[in-house]
């Protein structure tokens, strides 16, 4: 198990940019699947981004390719998520998440949150237009 903290959240104005970060605690980070997911009020929580354990491979929510880029640094334990050209259909509160051991996922890649665990508190984005 892991434990996350999420930061990096604010408030920015349409076509700017937010970096959020999530700093994990825990042997196993280096072996693990992680994501970003977001959950806007009332709806439901949204995949976002995934990497895998060792970085060579990323997954992308149609909504955001060609806007965020997902990127880890397993010696600090830590996952990025760069986001640009953002809109307000972006605002939510963006959780990261922990997933599966060693794994690839088919390019369609769109988990559903229940299939990761040990979600940090939250980061709220807020893009105003």
């Known amino acids: 198990q892991v434990q996350l903290v999420e930061s990096g959240g604010g408030l920015v104005q349409a076509g700017g940019s937010l970096r959020l970060s999530c700093a994990a605690s825990?042997?196993?980070?280096?072996?693990?699947?992680m994501g970003w997911f977001r959950q806007a009020p009332g709806k439901e929580r949204e995949f976002v981004s995934a990497?895998?354990?060792?970085?060579?491979?990323?997954y992308y929510a149609d909504s955001v390719k060609g806007r965020f880029t997902i990127s880890r640094d397993n010696a600090k334990n830590t996952v990025v998520l760069q986001m640009n050209s953002l809109k307000p259909e972006d605002t939510a509160v963006y959780y990261c998440?922990?997933?599966?051991?060693?794994?690839?996922?088919?390019?369609?890649?769109?988990?559903?949150?229940?299939?990761?665990?040990?979600w940090g508190q939250g980061t709220q984005v807020t893009v105003s237009s």
């Open positions: 825990g042997r196993s980070f280096s072996t693990l699947t």
């Open positions: 990497i895998v354990w060792n970085g060579d491979t990323t």
């Open positions: 998440g922990a997933g599966q051991k060693w794994t690839y996922y088919s390019g369609n890649y769109n988990p559903h949150p229940r299939e990761y665990d040990s």
